[in-house]
């Protein structure tokens, strides 16, 4: 469990947070999505590390040595469907496999070594195709989970009692109604291999948050956009803060 003080919970030394760039291929979505990540992780006493999507995988690998955790954002990106064994749906976005790999060797490191992992929107989806799970390609629901940036709430989620969102995050907040500013067109469908769902939209039980299901390692991902509200809303700023506060924990059992 993450350890609190009375300054925002800020104990010790700034952990140093792995983010890839958002997006290869569109270069001016990366520019303008990327910014809110690296002031919300600040935010919350974290040193965001940007790592490159042109960097070899050695260039990489020497990056996140330094790194307590890892930070995987939102993308214009969909995932290769052949990923998970599935025809392309006409309404998937490009594939990204700069992104892809970035991912997927963040991924490697922060699992052989416990380091904290938070996914946001693409870096659920992302997250979960890596454990071996699966996507709904394209949602179809009378909800609009595809709201965009300017909308603070798309709809409201339900969260399992028992999970590290609830009790790490939400401590004791309303379970049956959290409001969340969803922007996706995909979620996850088949969960991945150590990982379990603990959020649903209320409406339509699309999947809206997974988190890891081994003791003592911090994995979790949500569907929603934190980054874009952790200076007015109260749980997107615990989000940010139950993360970097593990990564700093981490860091202090990993000297």
Excluded at 71 to 89: I, M, R
Aim: one cysteine or more; glycine letters at 8%; proline letters at 7%.
């Amino acid at each position: 469990m993450a350890t609190y003080s009375k300054n925002n919970g800020i104990v010790g030394a700034k952990p140093r947070i792995a983010i890839p760039e958002p997006c290869s291929y569109d270069l001016e979505y990366s520019g303008r999505a990327l910014p809110p990540y690296l002031r919300a992780v600040e935010a919350a006493g974290g040193e965001p590390v940007v790592v490159p999507l042109q960097s070899s995988p050695e260039e990489i690998a020497r990056l996140i040595t330094s790194c307590a955790a890892i930070l995987l954002p939102g993308s214009k990106a969909d995932v290769d469907p052949q990923k998970f064994n599935a025809e392309t749906h006409t309404e998937t976005a490009p594939a990204d496999p700069p992104r892809d790999a970035a991912d997927e060797l963040l991924l490697q490191d922060a699992y052989n070594l416990r380091k904290p992992v938070f996914g946001i929107c693409y870096g659920l989806q992302s997250l979960n195709v890596w454990r071996t799970g699966s996507l709904m390609q394209h949602i179809e629901s009378r909800v609009n989970h595809s709201a965009g940036a300017r909308t603070e709430v798309a709809h409201k989620v339900v969260v399992a009692g028992d999970s590290l969102l609830a009790q790490e995050v939400l401590r004791g907040q309303e379970l049956l109604g959290v409001s969340v500013n969803s922007s996706h067109h995909q979620s996850a469908d088949v969960v991945g291999d150590g990982l379990r769902a603990v959020a649903h939209c209320a409406e339509d039980g699309v999947i809206e948050a997974i988190e890891g299901t081994m003791p003592g390692h911090y994995v979790l991902a949500v569907q929603w956009h934190p980054e874009r509200t952790f200076e007015s809303d109260q749980i997107s700023s615990k989000l940010f803060q139950a993360f970097v506060d593990s990564a700093r924990e981490w860091s202090q059992r990993n000297p």
